[in-house]
Structure formats: C-alpha cells, structure tokens
C-alpha cells in the first residue's frame, strides 16, 4: 500500500504565496513522476505541474512563472512553491505519484488541501 499525506494549504491574499508539500510512505520502490492537480468548484481537474524521476518539469500555462516544483527524492516528498496567488487559483490541491511496476504502473492519490485565495 502507499500513502500520500498532504500539508499546506490554506486562505491567503492575492499576490501571496503558499507551498503545499506531499509525503508518500509504504511500499515505494520506482517512481515514475509526481505531480500536482487541482480541483476548483464545478470544474474538472486538471493538471498543475509534473515531475518526472530525472528532475524534469512541466507545467500548465496558467502557472508557468508562478509556480514551481520540486522533489526531495530520499523522501518520496513534492512540493508545490506557489507565487503571485490569484483568485482563480482557488482549488481542491491534490498530489499524485506514479509507480512502476514491471511493465505497467499505479497511480496513488493524496486526500486533497484546500487553497483559497481572496482579499
């Protein structure tokens, strides 16, 4: 089993800044990329930003130069670095990790953090 656990979020300004962090613990032997999606209020989720085992990045177009992320790989944890917070930012928050197994892969959800961003 693995488990993802979720830090982070919460109510900030516009123009403020969060970092939400993500842990995955248990059985977790090759990565294949982790990532962070997000959920806002009658909308589907989307993706926010991935990265993949060998250190590389993307991320969608409306946080490009906003965001960043990163992971410490001797603890299985992401981290999402949020600047210049927007009220269209507000969203469920989760993180995703990808494992591979063999020749397939499984894919594990966190339980979601909440960002609100508002005057």
């Known amino acids: 089993q693995v488990q993802l656990v979720e830090s982070g979020g919460g109510l900030v300004q516009p123009g403020g800044s969060l970092r939400l962090s993500c842990a995955a613990s248990?059985?977790?032997?090759?990565?294949?990329?982790m990532g962070w999606y997000r959920q806002a209020p009658g909308k589907q989720r989307e993706l926010v930003a991935t990265i993949i085992s060998g250190g590389s990045t993307g991320y969608a177009d409306s946080v490009k130069g906003r965001f960043i992320i990163s992971r410490d790989n001797a603890k299985n944890t992401v981290f999402l670095q949020m600047n210049s917070l927007k009220p269209e930012d507000t969203a469920v928050y989760y993180c995703?990790?990808?494992?591979?197994?063999?020749?397939?892969?499984?894919?594990?959800w966190g339980q979601g953090t909440q960002v609100t961003v508002s005057s």
């Open positions: 248990g059985s977790i032997f090759s990565i294949n990329n």
């Open positions: 995703k990790i990808r494992l591979n197994y063999g020749l397939g892969y499984g894919d594990y």
